[in-house]
């Protein structure tokens, strides 16, 4: 018997050295490297071109291009999470015997500042800013004498807070807000007067002379919800979802806003890549028109679903 036990007590001696892992397994913390400030830039370039000589089927010489900024500078933490991005988007296009027209044109900010109390929960309180604009005149082709937008008319800012989930807020990010300031800037004297953009358009007098000059500031307060998503589907092909959902408490409860963005972009070396793109907006302040029976005048179709494709083909360099 004192054998036995003796037999015993150096086994399990002998498992507790030899096997130390099979008796207490602990999971492995994450390291942590400390407060982080990254920065990235990325210029692109995207062309098209198509050239006829003497082709049986017709066709117009053209060519267009897209220039395209991303710069970004983002903070983290083991609690603070803050992203900052500008964009800038600019594109032509040239047709034989025709003027050259605007494609694209986008100047975008956006600063995000999350905070979670907990280091393992990946819910934040979220603070959100952003901002946007075009750079140059927009026009009714082929009417260039009125333009029908221009450099901050319109200009949008969203503010406001709430809760934002993710798990891996690069990648995927679900963001509640319950108080959102919407301001709508048209600092454009004849679109402020036409009621451009959702403002209250100017009072005139009956022979049309301008009595009380249109609003060029519209305010709003509501809901937003927002939703990004990120993934390379299969191997040097990623995919981008963005989605943003307005509505404005006060005026026309439950009227949308939608501004949703989706992006493939293949990779085919370290520079060259082609992007598709699909942008579609619907806002209910921005009205069309039809044009009627009597030259220059047109009649309010009222709001109408945008949408934007784009395909190109080009290079892209970080810096």
Same mark, same amino acid.
């Given at each position: 018997m004192k054998n036995l036990l003796l037999l015993l007590i150096c086994l399990s001696y002998h498992v507790s050295i030899a096997q130390p892992d099979s008796l207490f397994i602990k999971e492995k913390k994450r390291k942590y490297?400390?407060?982080? *400030?990254?920065q990235d830039n990325k210029l692109s370039v995207d062309l098209n071109e198509a050239a006829f000589v003497n082709w049986n089927s017709g066709g117009s010489n053209s060519i267009s291009g897209l220039l395209g900024l991303r710069s970004s500078y983002?903070?983290?933490?083991?609690?603070?999470? *803050?992203?900052?991005?500008?964009?800038v988007d600019?594109? %032509?296009?040239?047709?034989?015997n025709r003027e050259s027209r605007k494609t694209d044109d986008l100047i975008e900010f956006n600063s995000n500042l999350g905070y979670k109390p907990n280091i393992l929960s990946n819910?934040?309180? =979220? @603070?959100?800013?952003?901002?946007?604009?075009?750079? #140059?005149? &927009?026009y009714e082709y082929p009417n260039k004498d009125e333009p029908k937008s221009r450099f901050?008319?319109?200009?949008?800012?969203? !503010?406001?807070?709430?809760?934002?989930?993710?798990?891996d807020i690069d990648e995927l990010s679900f963001y509640f807000s319950p108080i959102t300031l919407k301001a709508t800037f048209v600092l454009d004297d004849n679109l @402020?007067? @036409?009621? =451009?953009?959702?403002? #209250?358009?100017? $009072?005139?007098? #009956?022979? &049309?002379?301008?009595?009380?000059? &249109?609003?060029? %500031?519209?305010?709003e307060f509501g809901i937003l919800v927002t939703n990004s998503y990120q993934i390379e589907i299969v191997e040097n092909i990623n995919v981008k979802h963005q989605v943003s959902i307005y509505?404005?408490?006060?005026?026309? !409860?439950?009227?949308? /806003?939608?501004?949703w963005?989706?992006?493939?972009?293949?990779? $085919?070396? =370290? !520079? $060259?890549? @082609? #992007?598709?793109? =699909?942008?579609?907006?619907?806002?209910? /302040? $921005?009205?069309t028109s039809n044009p009627t029976e009597i030259e220059g005048e047109f009649d309010e179709a009222g709001a109408k679903v945008q949408w934007k494709q784009f395909l190109g083909v080009g290079f892209s360099v970080d810096f």
């Amino acid at each position: 018997m004192k054998n036995l036990l003796l037999l015993l007590i150096c086994l399990s001696y002998h498992v507790s050295i030899a096997q130390p892992d099979s008796l207490f397994i602990k999971e492995k913390k994450r390291k942590y490297d400390g407060p982080q *400030w990254n920065q990235d830039n990325k210029l692109s370039v995207d062309l098209n071109e198509a050239a006829f000589v003497n082709w049986n089927s017709g066709g117009s010489n053209s060519i267009s291009g897209l220039l395209g900024l991303r710069s970004s500078y983002n903070y983290k933490d083991r609690f603070y999470n *803050w992203k900052n991005n500008v964009l800038v988007d600019y594109g %032509i296009n040239k047709q034989e015997n025709r003027e050259s027209r605007k494609t694209d044109d986008l100047i975008e900010f956006n600063s995000n500042l999350g905070y979670k109390p907990n280091i393992l929960s990946n819910w934040f309180y =979220s @603070a959100r800013l952003n901002f946007r604009t075009q750079l #140059t005149n &927009g026009y009714e082709y082929p009417n260039k004498d009125e333009p029908k937008s221009r450099f901050m008319a319109p200009g949008y800012l969203f !503010f406001g807070g709430g809760m934002e989930y993710g798990k891996d807020i690069d990648e995927l990010s679900f963001y509640f807000s319950p108080i959102t300031l919407k301001a709508t800037f048209v600092l454009d004297d004849n679109l @402020a007067n @036409a009621g =451009s953009f959702g403002v #209250t358009p100017a $009072v005139l007098d #009956t022979n &049309g002379n301008v009595i009380i000059e &249109g609003e060029r %500031i519209r305010r709003e307060f509501g809901i937003l919800v927002t939703n990004s998503y990120q993934i390379e589907i299969v191997e040097n092909i990623n995919v981008k979802h963005q989605v943003s959902i307005y509505s404005d408490y006060i005026n026309n !409860f439950g009227n949308l /806003d939608l501004d949703w963005r989706l992006d493939f972009d293949f990779k $085919v070396n =370290s !520079f $060259v890549r @082609a #992007t598709l793109g =699909s942008h579609l907006r619907y806002d209910d /302040d $921005v009205k069309t028109s039809n044009p009627t029976e009597i030259e220059g005048e047109f009649d309010e179709a009222g709001a109408k679903v945008q949408w934007k494709q784009f395909l190109g083909v080009g290079f892209s360099v970080d810096f």
